[in-house]
């Protein structure tokens, strides 16, 4: 996919948008890339610009929960490889997120989840009202559940998330499988046409005031 950096000065709605597509799958170009890829083409069919990044095959460790990266200030995790803070800083070059998952046990993959867990905590102040999808990826079952997985990131960062004509998920266990999946093609061409409708539409509005977090709990 085409790779496109813009000047920070110049207003989203004056430049080329980009959307950030993750792949989570530790197979790099089978059935979660060619549902990403329907997606992307779709995208820049309307003019935005796309890039599919990989999460790979190295292990990925878990996020330990020490708030290193908030108090080093600089919203990048303390465990500096190349997989989590280098797709920080893709996330916070592009306008939109999609990312994307296989099934394996009626969830998402768990490295793409230690991922995400990661790339929240440490940068999701500065991803707050970016448009955001989800999709899955499965033989059969348990896709619904993973993009609910996935969706909860989206949630409780204030990023908008963005619908097609059905659940965004696409069948089958090969390439050739998941293209035959007429409505689950059709689904991710329809997620990419809303995706940058989306950030059309609200690329001119500013985001509203964020209020400071109150946190509570249940023990008094």
Known sequence: MREARTPKNIRREERIMKVLLI???????????TALAEVAGAL???????????????????????????????????????????LIEKALDADGLIVGSPVFYAGANGALLSVLDRLFFAASS??????????ASARRAGTILAVDQINKYFQ????????????????????EQVRQDAEGMQIM????????????????????????????????
Not at 61 to 85: P, Q, W, Y
Not at 126 to 135: E, M
Not at 156 to 175: D, E, L
Request: charged share 20%; net charge neutral; hydrophobic share 35%.
């Open 23 to 33: 792949n989570g799958s530790p197979n790099e170009e089978r059935c979660t890339h």
């Open 44 to 86: 820049e069919a309307q003019g935005v610009e796309t890039e599919i990044a990989w999460i790979g095959r190295d292990p990925i460790r878990g996020c330990l929960g020490c708030g290193g990266c908030s108090k080093r200030g600089d919203h990048r995790c303390i465990f500096n490889d190349d997989v989590v803070n280098g």
């Open 126 to 135: 500065q991803l707050r009202f970016k448009p955001a999808a989800a999709i």
């Open 156 to 175: 409780i960062c204030c990023m908008p998330v963005v619908s097609s004509n059905y659940w965004p998920v696409v069948h089958g266990q090969s390439v």
């Open 189 to 220: 061409r329809v997620l990419g046409t809303n995706m940058a409708w989306m950030l059309q539409a609200t690329a001119a509005v500013p985001a509203p005031t964020v209020e400071q977090k109150i946190m509570t709990n249940f023990i008094r």
